[in-house]
């Protein structure tokens, strides 16, 4: 009987995820993971060869794009029962990944991000198609803004390595701003719009819209912020081209 109280409390508490995430654009769950989890998760990154071009290092970032394909080994780690069972209550069986990076925000990182939507989709090629556009083209890997259909389908789950406070880069958020298509973050009205800073523990995920208004501070209490950003979908897109990413 206890085994099934937990599991109706979690599928309670992922369904208020699910209204959030519809409603605001954005909603927190912590203990995902446990700290043996993350301690597991950190020592294959760092075992990880990063010698390849989608490895990046500087004194403010250090990243690695397409991650799951780079870092194949990490796959179970990341997908712990609980971050399935969130993904197939929250969200549906259809869903797939078409895009994953590892990002660490270093102590002294003085790396800021302005308000943006994330607008494009990472594909296998360039064609010409009608909605898609426009295109560019990062490291061998093509990028396209897709029609807003596509967009409003996809979703966003950060699995956060450590604590992450305002102090650290948590994401600032304008709740609902995913409900209003492509926004200018030029064209916010903060007498209308309010922001909301999205504080996770170590072991936690946030979940996004990628039309959600966000952005992020820098580092300035001395404390790291290394994320694990996964993108889903649940739409295939034009015989003519494919997710770059896409693992089922």
């Not at 369904?15 to 700290?35: A, C, H, M, R």
């Not at 409003?152 to 709740?175: E, Q, W, Y």
Request: hydrophobic fraction near 40%; glycine fraction near 4%; charged fraction near 25%.
């Amino acid at each position: 009987m206890e085994v099934e109280s937990s599991n109706s409390l979690k599928q309670s508490h992922f369904s208020t995820t699910k209204l959030e995430l519809e409603e605001s654009g954005f909603s927190i769950v912590n203990d995902i993971y446990t700290p043996k989890e993350i301690e597991q998760i950190l020592a294959v990154i760092a075992a990880a060869n990063s010698d390849k071009a989608t490895f990046r290092k500087s004194e403010d970032l250090f990243a690695i794009r397409q991650f799951l394909k780079e870092v194949p080994e990490i796959e179970s780690l990341i997908f712990n029962d609980n971050l399935k069972d969130l993904l197939v209550d929250v969200f549906n069986n259809n869903a797939f990944v078409v895009k994953s990076i590892y990002f660490d925000k270093p102590e002294k990182s003085n790396w800021y991000v302005a308000y943006h939507q994330d607008l494009t989709i990472s594909v296998d090629k360039k064609v010409e198609l009608e909605g898609f556009g426009p295109w560019t083209v990062k490291q061998e890997q093509f990028a396209v803004q897709p029609p807003l259909a596509i967009l409003k389908r996809d979703f966003t789950i950060r699995i956060h390595l450590d604590n992450t406070s305002i102090n650290n880069g948590a994401l600032k958020v304008i709740p609902k701003s995913h409900l209003k298509g492509i926004y200018r973050p030029e064209t916010i009205d903060w007498n209308v719009e309010k922001e909301a800073v999205c504080e996770v523990q170590k072991g936690g995920v946030m979940l996004m819209k990628p039309l959600i208004l966000h952005s992020s501070n820098r580092t300035t209490n001395g404390q790291k912020r290394r994320v694990i950003h996964i993108e889903f979908s649940d739409v295939e897109l034009p015989e003519a081209i494919q997710w770059s990413e896409r693992l089922n």
